[in-house]
């Protein structure tokens, strides 16, 4: 297997640098070569206006992560506090404004189809939580507490 095996890993979340998308592959060279010209292509041509915007965006003064950290912390309250008013049940986020919400009260067997069914009937945007699992789980979706700041 070794001549044919690619290993890959992600550095961005194991230190905690998400959103970055830093990472590594490992294998034969005759095959890296191949995921080289792939990545060059992918990655190369990042858009200079972001990366102006960027550089900008490293000298905001201390005020704005907090002002950041406030919206963010109020929509997860409001969102929260919506689904705990409606008896839905789900894990409230620690460290973060995604929640886990479990709809297995719905007879929902397969996760996908009713992300695909709030969006369509409901104007709910989701994420199936069997994305995030290695094990067979259909009963969980993966909702966001709030619009990006970035968007007025």
């Known amino acids: 297997m070794k001549e044919r095996t690619l290993s ?33 292509f992918l990655t190369v041509g990042a858009p200079a206006p972001l990366m102006e915007a960027v550089v900008t965006a490293l000298e905001f003064p201390d005020s704005y992560y907090k002002e950041l950290q406030d919206h963010y912390t109020h929509m997860k309250n409001l969102f929260v506090g919506g ?7 789900f894990t ?22 009713f992300c695909y ?3 369509e009937n409901v104007g709910v945007g989701a ?11 259909s ?4 909702d966001a507490a709030g619009e990006s700041p970035f968007v007025s």
């Open 8 to 40: 890959i890993s992600s550095l961005s979340k194991t230190y905690s640098i998400t959103g970055w998308r830093l990472g590594y592959v490992l294998g034969p060279a005759e095959i890296i070569e191949r995921v080289k010209k792939v990545h060059d």
């Open 83 to 89: 689904l705990k008013n409606l008896d839905f049940r």
């Open 92 to 113: 409230d986020p620690q460290g973060a404004y995604y929640v886990l919400m479990d709809v297995s009260e719905f007879d929902v067997k397969d996760d996908v189809k």
């Open 117 to 119: 069914w709030l969006a």
């Open 127 to 137: 994420v199936p939580g069997s994305s995030f699992f290695h094990e067979n789980v």
């Open 139 to 142: 009963h969980l979706i993966l």
